[in-house]
């Protein structure tokens, strides 16, 4: 039923790209997303699919024009607001069970943001479980990573290589209210570049509000308000327009979605810019961005976290996907697991949510 791909990962990313493991693997890779033929429903499909269940509301997991959608009920605010009002979403408590067709179905916290799950397929007693985006990490915002065992194991691997392996939450959130604390004392704005929903309330969970007012950028907002309304508390924070800009000058933290223009920043001059996110652990990343201040910040999984959550669930087969798929299925192919690859659509896209709302 399943192959190992041990020759077949070193040959180059296209050879295997739409690789199919058997037709009657319970959870396969197809274009539309990943699909179960025995509950006939899809996990992630971004293509306008009768049924799909999203793990989370990310840009690329998650898709308007899907028929019906199923999802943890933490994240059902978030979900809609990405994928519009009118949109039929269905919601689970973590750890709720239903069957649809005759397949048992559960969500499960992944800890990536708030709402993410990971999805818990049950068929003639084999389970499968597919991880969605998640980290190990402490993260005020969302519920905790919770291990699920099972059979197979579908995984991201966003960073699955060596080279990735972060510090502590606290130390980075040690690291950027110091830059902050810097930037106040020399008399300059400090504006912090984070994804729009999920990393930017979690920045703001790890500030430290005595050092000065936060302002956010308006795509910031909408989602921290999302989030307040889903019960997560977060710290104040202000719409950064020209009058808060004005107002905080030198003291205040601004928080912009990565794809904020320069004309957008151009307003909280004189400013030192930061970014968080896990690429910048690449030396090269943060000079191409021209940041002031590079905090490895990152809502996935590292790679020893990756390794010891495979351990944790007891699965015996692996399906990498998501990330640097090859190399991570390469290494767990000799590690003796049976492991394969599912191509996603965005597999090379990295940590998702390129939130690019223009905001003068
Ligand atoms: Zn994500
Ligand atoms: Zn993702």
């Not at 996935?300 to 399906?319: F, K, M, N, S």
Request: proline share 4%; glycine share 8%.
């Amino acid at each position: 039923m399943f192959t190992v791909l041990r020759d077949r990962i070193k040959e180059p990313r296209a050879a295997y790209h739409w690789f199919a493991m058997s037709e009657d693997a319970l959870i396969s890779s197809r274009e539309g997303g990943l699909y179960c033929a025995a509950g006939d429903f899809y996990i992630d499909a971004c293509q306008p699919v009768a049924r799909t269940i999203v793990t989370h509301a990310h840009s690329d997991h998650a898709c308007a024009g899907a028929g019906r959608y199923l999802t943890a009920a933490a994240g059902e605010r978030v979900l809609r607001k990405r994928i519009g009002a009118e949109a039929v979403i269905d919601s689970l408590q973590y750890g709720e069970q239903v069957d649809l067709n005759g397949v048992k179905i559960s969500l499960h916290p992944a800890g990536h943001v708030l709402g993410s799950a990971q999805v818990r397929v049950e068929y003639r007693g084999e389970v499968w479980v597919v991880t969605g985006d998640y980290k190990r990490q402490a993260d005020k915002t969302c519920a905790p990573f919770e291990v699920v065992p099972c059979h197979t194991l579908v995984t991201e691997c966003t960073f699955g290589l060596p080279i990735f392996r972060w510090r502590k939450t606290e130390e980075l959130a040690a690291e950027i209210n110091q830059w902050w604390r810097g930037n106040v004392s020399a008399g300059r704005t400090s504006v912090l570049l984070a994804y729009a929903l999920g990393k930017a309330q979690r920045v703001m969970s790890l500030l430290d509000p005595s050092i000065g007012p936060i302002l956010v950028h308006g795509a910031v907002q909408s989602m921290v308000e999302t989030y307040r309304a889903s019960g997560v508390s977060l710290p104040a924070a202000e719409h950064a327009n020209a009058e808060t800009a004005r107002a905080g000058k030198g003291r205040a933290l601004v928080i912009g979605p990565p794809g904020a223009s320069a004309l957008w920043m151009r307003k909280f001059n004189p400013l030192s810019v930061g970014i968080a996110s896990g690429w910048m652990a690449v030396r090269g990343f943060r000079r191409r961005k021209s940041a002031d201040m590079g905090c490895a910040l990152s809502d996935h999984a590292d790679w020893p976290d990756l390794l010891r959550t495979i351990r944790e669930t007891g699965a015996q087969r692996v399906i990498a996907t998501h990330g640097y798929t090859a190399q991570f299925a390469r290494y767990l192919a000799e590690t003796g697991l049976e492991t394969s690859v599912y191509a996603t659509r965005f597999s090379d896209a990295g940590e998702e949510d390129e939130t690019s709302a223009e905001e003068a």
